[in-house]
């Protein structure tokens, strides 16, 4: 019978070390071969792709758990962010931004047309890019920006000039009111050539970046301290039952959002028509932010998402 090879017996080295739970010295003693022969033979086991290693921190199931189960339950792609219990809100923020700035460049294709929402989330995802010239790429605003004392455009137009820098990237901007004040205003500035070209380059998208608003959240939402709404307007809201918006679109807890009488002054699209963007990926953090997630997800309106694991735990504890 011809004699083992050496990687034969190396193999059978990482079998009784790692499997069987053998010393050095037992394996040493088995093969006849010295204690430091066992160590190179089980450090060219790991260099021959004989054992691979695998660490898990502490948590993992539980964020595997939370990921799959979001998936499942309302058909996204989930990505669960682990961040350490001590961790204050922004903090787990820029845990959160940083996570959905990679999975966004993940997504990038040349020649696609990107449609980014403004918001203290995605403010700080932007925050997080990396250089990734990518050809032929459009950047449009998916939403207005302008505040009830004419200021808003200065911070959206900062936002999303660093990202088409790290990209290399053209962009729309999109400069109407984020609320009008009068829904006949907005359905005559619709009818406005420049208006109409911005709207069918959102039509264009191939994909959509977005956050969520929260009334009372840890990290204050933009627009709802920004003098965007008045207290007359969140009333309203109130009254018609809103937990949140995307993209300026409120949601109620259960997904709907069509008869809330502040949609019809909004300037975003509303759920409908991000449905028709093949990926749309929603980044959120915070405790207070499980409800209006719950009611985007119920929306419809995403396809990807990443959220912390608190969020997520939130989220999956609402009846």
Known sequence: MAPPNRLETTFRAARMYYEDGHTMESIASTLD?????????????????????????????????????ISHRYRVRAHVVAVPPAAGERERLQSVAAAGAAVLEDLLEPGMTVGMAWGTTVSALVAQLRPRPTPGLRIVQLNGAIDTEGAGLTYVSAMLT????LWDATVHHFPVPAFFDYADTRAAMWRERSVQRVLATQQQCTLAVFGVGAFEAEVPSHVYTNNYLAPADL????????????????????????????????????????????????????????????????????TDIVVDEVTAAGLLALR
């Open 33 to 69: 071969v010295s204690r430091s022969t066992v160590s190179r033979m089980l450090r060219d086991a790991r260099e021959e792709g004989l054992v691979q290693i695998s660490l898990h921190p502490p948590g993992a199931p539980r964020l595997e758990e939370l990921r799959r189960t």
């Open 162 to 165: 660093r990202a088409a820098e």
């Open 235 to 302: 009333a309203s809201l109130r009254a018609d039952g809103a937990v949140g918006d995307v993209c300026t679109v409120f949601l109620r807890a259960d997904g709907t959002y069509r008869d809330i009488a502040m949609n019809q002054r909004r300037s975003g699209p509303d759920p409908s028509q991000l449905a028709g963007i093949p990926h749309r990926l929603l980044v959120a953090s915070g405790r207070s932010k499980s409800l209006p997630l719950r009611a985007a997800l119920r929306a419809g309106v995403a």
